[in-house]
């Protein structure tokens, strides 16, 4: 799902809402038949966030900074989640580099795989296309379209949405704090966007 938007709109305090990390002024947000009160830590062991922070540590190298994450996600095989992780992110031969050194895009393709090492149910992203070459964002792409085919739900706010189109299966927009769909028909994302914010 997309979630777009003017600047200032909402989006990314909806998806720090959604990820549990703020409370919602008004209103309640439900996982299941649950509350993040109700559902406690264990909820947040389902949720994968990419946000503008990368929360990645600069001075661990690629492959610390994913073992890290992955132990606090409890995830079983730690070893081998982090060589997929590396692989998929085509880090593999930067593993025992300090991200510090990472070019911005590296530093996303790794904070998407922070976001992604324990399989999260809910995966929330904050603008991901940020810095990445075509060759990145056609395969960051691919990570979002298997995420989404294997069950989870992936909600994803950008201004690029020519880069989000092709695996977009429905979108919302955030207006004076309001999320409206985005009615399918006939135009591009963005022209059908266009369309409903001057409407």
Known sequence: MALLGANGAGKSTLLSIAASLLEP???RVVYGDRTAADAGP?????IGVLGHDLYIYPELTAAEN???FARLYGVVDVDRAVAAALDAAVLSDRAHDAAGSFSRGMRQRLALERALIHSPRLLLLDEPFTGLDDASSIALR?????????GAI???????LEALEAIVDDAYVLVRGR?????????SLRERYRGHVLS
């Open 179 to 187: 999320a409206d769909a985005l009615r399918p028909g006939a135009g």
């Open 42 to 46: 264990a909820l947040r062991r389902l």
């Open 66 to 68: 994913l073992a890290f």
């Open 25 to 27: 002024s008004d209103g």
């Open 142 to 150: 691919q990570r979002l379209a298997a995420a989404r085919d294997a």
């Open 154 to 160: 992936v909600i994803v706010t950008t201004h690029d």
